[in-house]
């Protein structure tokens, strides 16, 4: 059912992110304006070149451009419009301490975002709330996604994995070529999704269909924040549904524990941050860390003998991917100083993940390597501070089952070409990884 229909969703190059800054600068006030006269970044529809270098790669690693300013510039001016300084911000440390300074800058976009960017007048969410709004929906969330309440999920994980492991083994049958996205790297997260959010079985089709139409916003009106509109409006009929007949999964469960102090729309916000966060990230990891892995044979034959431990396997890929280009957006709500750099209310500070995970001075030389034996990392794969990314645990969980399972499975697999991956994407989408087994 989702290996022939899930190319569209494996582009993950076009959902929102940089994209509202881009408009701001290809369109001007006028063409973002709506009808009240404030800016509408709902109208944004795509990355122009002058701020989409940042997120240009060489294979699946940073730029030069973009790593050299982790030394050099670690605070970058982009550009500049009707007042608004865009800066970006590259080294480690500095990026730290931006994500984990809340009482500086504001994530908060709604008074951005017109009507049509929106699904029922809010955008909702984790990522686009500030406290107390924000503090109150994470308590709600994350006693749902610790490793102890994930232990729940673990034999949910292996068995989706088996599963998808059985569907490569399939096509792979005569020693054809096959293709990890649709087989495998997508799968694996979306299943384990609909199964954490409490989905029934027959509406699950019509997820994925809203899931990969979400992921394709090249054409349309709405820009890259009216495409969440679909799986938007599924979650928040699905809720409204669950408030009469309880599923057994998160969406049940927080109405059960939270039923009276969470409306209908702040919980289909969380669960559309659980949907966009646990499938695009992790399937565009399954899918690249595979490539990588196969391009490591001494680590791919350690992991298929189980002689490799995968934990330190699975935080160096996090490193040297970063899937997640920029962190949600930053608008500066009073005066702050990041790495001898003054910024003002009025800004707006976007920070690289990629390039603060390949700083130098967190990983010494080398960076752009893969080496699991370099010893942790404090990594920004999952970003850091108040807006830290709920899912990481369930995120690694997906992860050291899939990458131990394939190998364990696959232990002759090889890479047939490199990964063909998206460009100016906001997280770094991948087309298609061939591989064939045998030598």
């Known amino acids: 059912m989702l290996a022939g229909a899930t190319r569209t969703a494996a582009r993950m190059g076009r959902a929102p992110g940089l994209g509202w800054v881009a408009g701001l600068v290809r369109r001007g006030a006028v063409g973002l304006a709506s009808r009240s006269g404030t800016l509408d970044l709902s109208r944004v529809e795509q990355v122009p070149e002058s701020l989409a270098w940042p997120l240009r790669r060489e294979g699946l690693v940073p730029s030069e451009r973009l790593r050299?300013?982790?030394?050099?510039?670690?605070?970058?001016?982009?550009?500049?419009?009707?007042?608004?300084?865009?800066?970006l911000?590259?080294?480690?440390?500095?990026?730290?301490?931006?994500?984990?300074?809340?009482?500086?800058?504001?994530?908060?976009?709604?008074?951005?975002?017109?009507r049509r960017g929106r699904t029922d007048g809010d955008i909702g969410g984790l990522g686009f709330t500030d406290p107390p709004d924000h503090t109150r929906l994470r308590r709600m969330l994350t006693p749902e996604l610790t490793m102890r309440a994930l232990g729940r999920m673990r034999p949910l994980v292996e068995s989706v994995v088996e599963r998808q492991?059985?569907?490569?083994?399939?096509?792979?049958?005569?020693?054809?070529?096959?293709?990890?996205?649709?087989?495998?790297?997508?799968?694996?997260?979306?299943?384990?999704?609909?199964?954490?959010?409490?989905?029934?079985?027959?509406?699950?089709?019509?997820?994925?269909?809203?899931?990969?139409?979400?992921?394709?916003?090249?054409?349309?009106?709405?820009g890259t924040f009216g495409a969440i509109s679909g799986s938007r409006e599924f979650l928040l009929e699905e809720v409204r549904r669950q408030r009469v007949e309880p599923g057994p999964g998160l969406i049940g469960r927080l109405l059960a524990a939270h039923g009276d102090d969470v409306d209908d729309r702040e919980l289909a916000g969380l669960a559309d941050g659980v949907f966009t966060g646990g499938l695009e990230t992790s399937a565009s990891m399954l899918a690249l860390g595979a490539a990588v892995l196969l391009e490591d044979r001494p680590t791919w034959r350690g992991l298929a003998a189980g002689s490799t431990p995968v934990e330190p396997v699975v935080e160096e890929l996090l490193r040297l991917l970063s899937v997640v280009q920029v962190a949600f957006p930053r608008f500066v709500r009073r005066e702050a100083v990041v790495g001898g750099v003054t910024v003002r209310p009025g800004d707006v500070v976007l920070v690289s993940l990629p390039a603060a995970d390949h700083d130098e001075r967190l990983t010494g030389p080398g960076a752009t390597r893969f080496d699991p034996?370099?010893?942790?990392?404090?990594?920004?794969?999952?970003?850091?501070?108040?807006?830290?990314?709920?899912?990481?645990?369930?995120?690694?969980?997906?992860?050291?089952?899939?990458?131990?399972?394939?190998?364990?499975?696959?232990?002759?697999?090889?890479?047939?070409?490199?990964?063909?991956?998206?460009?100016?994407?906001?997280?770094?989408?991948?087309?298609?990884?061939l591989v064939r087994t045998g030598a």
């Open 165 to 222: 492991l059985d569907e490569v083994a399939d096509a792979a049958r005569g020693g054809g070529e096959v293709d990890l996205v649709p087989t495998f790297a997508f799968p694996v997260p979306f299943l384990v999704i609909c199964d954490l959010l409490g989905l029934p079985d027959r509406r699950r089709e019509e997820f994925r269909a809203l899931g990969s139409a979400r992921f394709d916003v090249s054409g349309g009106g709405y």
């Open 68 to 87: 050299a300013l982790g030394a050099e510039d670690p605070v970058h001016r982009l550009t500049s419009f009707v007042g608004m300084r865009v800066w």
């Open 89 to 114: 911000v590259t080294g480690h440390a500095e990026s730290r301490a931006v994500l984990a300074d809340a009482g500086s800058y504001s994530t908060d976009i709604r008074p951005y975002v017109g």
């Open 373 to 433: 034996a370099r010893g942790p990392a404090a990594h920004l794969a999952f970003g850091h501070g108040l807006h830290r990314c709920v899912g990481a645990e369930l995120a690694r969980l997906e992860l050291r089952t899939a990458y131990a399972g394939l190998a364990a499975r696959f232990g002759d697999l090889r890479l047939v070409a490199p990964p063909e991956v998206s460009e100016t994407s906001l997280v770094l989408g991948v087309d298609r990884v």
